[in-house]
């Protein structure tokens, strides 16, 4: 609990990577220039536009995250402004300061009403602008702040913290959204389950720590090996990982699965007792495999491979094995009701 | 050496920008009031299509001469909006003459200001404290 007040503190006092563009809107060129001048000389970057439509021109470009605008202006004028930026999805927040001589009691509530975080009279001090651009500027750093607080929370919420591969929450969510996508649109969908040979040796023969080592070694050792942006792993348990190749077909797959396999069983790790080789076995599964496609679940498929893993595992490790056509959901039942090996197309081994 | 001869410059390139700045706004508000006279020659003579205008150029000066640190100029923009907004909307038709005479009034107080603000920096202008500008 302290740790994450620590984080949020630590995020909290980040600044904003570069100082906020102002856009400043009034339809009176001789008050532009005067305004940009002292604005600029401040150290921010100065947009000017002489009206609404033109401002909202400029916003629609990304240029400008705090606007100061007049409020009383030919065609679209400083309300209306507020009221357009206000009612539209912007990528991030839009600071609003009406800077305008109508400083009625009236005319302030309007202007707030009408989305406006500040409120400046015309006759203020430059001192007093200036100070009011830093309080924009504190108020969009603390969305930057937030922003990236949010962005490593959900890092955090989808990333395996030991090997930094996706989670098996980001697999269940961003699988079933891959398979959806295939069996609306056509297009393949196959992953592989992998998972290290004899690994529980490995933890109580050197520890835990060698463990650990291992899987981030096998798990860089896989990112090697994946060369394609939609391709991606994840780690589903103890020594188990998916990795999941968007559009590819089981002979894709296949072929990534023995490049990997092979990759890995010329690797070796370090133990206390000098470098130690490991192995993996792949099961294979794949969207095309299935007759009905239509029916096909996260967790059918994931069935599938774990069953393709379990054949690699009797037939004697080290291998990659492609499921055969239809091949029943039964890979957690009992061993003795799983399927033979002669269900599975063994594709290759050490020997 | 470099780089404070670089420091002088930055603030008196800022400072010769701002006083031209303001001599334009000081010009620009003397046209004004001679267009605020003709405009207001053609309202005494029935004509009252152009009080929008003036309404228009007094709210420009309402605004810039706050903004350039001239109150006073302000002041009398602002009057001579308010008034103008008065006879455009028909408020008080019999009463339009006086109201014209009115906006003349202010219209030659505001020449005075702005003849007196001539050669004055705004900011030794007769401001109450440190404007913009």
Known sequence: MSDDNDDTAQVLKLDLPVAPTVLIVDDDELVLAKLEEIVASAGYSVRTAHGGADAMRFLEDGSASVVVTDLKMPGMDGLELCRLIRGREWPGYIYIVLLTVQDEEEDILAGFEAGADDYVSKRTSKAQLMARLRTAKRILSLEHCLKIALENKRQLAMTDPLTGVFNRRYLVRHLGRELNRSQRFGGDVSLMMLDVDHFKRINDTFGHLVGDSALKQLTAKIAECLRRATDWCARIGGDEFVVVLEGANVEEARRCAEKVRQTVSGMSIDTPRGPVNITISIGISGLERFADKQSVTVQSLLDQADTSLYASKICGRNRVTLSDSNTPSSAREPADRRPTHASFVPVSSIR | ?133
């Open chain 2, 1 to 133: 050496m470099r780089a404070s001869v670089h420091a002088r410059e930055i603030p008196q390139r800022i400072k010769a920008r701002e006083e031209s700045l303001a001599k334009s706004f000081i010009q620009r508000a003397r046209n004004d009031v001679n267009r605020f006279r003709e405009m207001l020659e053609r309202a005494r003579q029935g004509d009252l299509t152009p009080l929008s205008e003036i309404e228009r150029l007094a709210h420009t000066i309402h605004g810039a001469g706050a903004i350039f640190g001239y109150p006073a100029i302000s002041a009398s923009g602002r009057a001579i909006e308010r008034l103008a907004a008065q006879l455009v909307a028909g408020r008080d038709p019999p009463g339009e003459h006086m109201v014209i005479g009115q906006l003349a009034e202010i219209t030659e107080q505001l020449a005075l200001e702005v003849e007196m603000a001539c050669g004055i920096p705004p900011d030794a202008g007769p401001t109450l404290q440190p404007r913009i500008g």
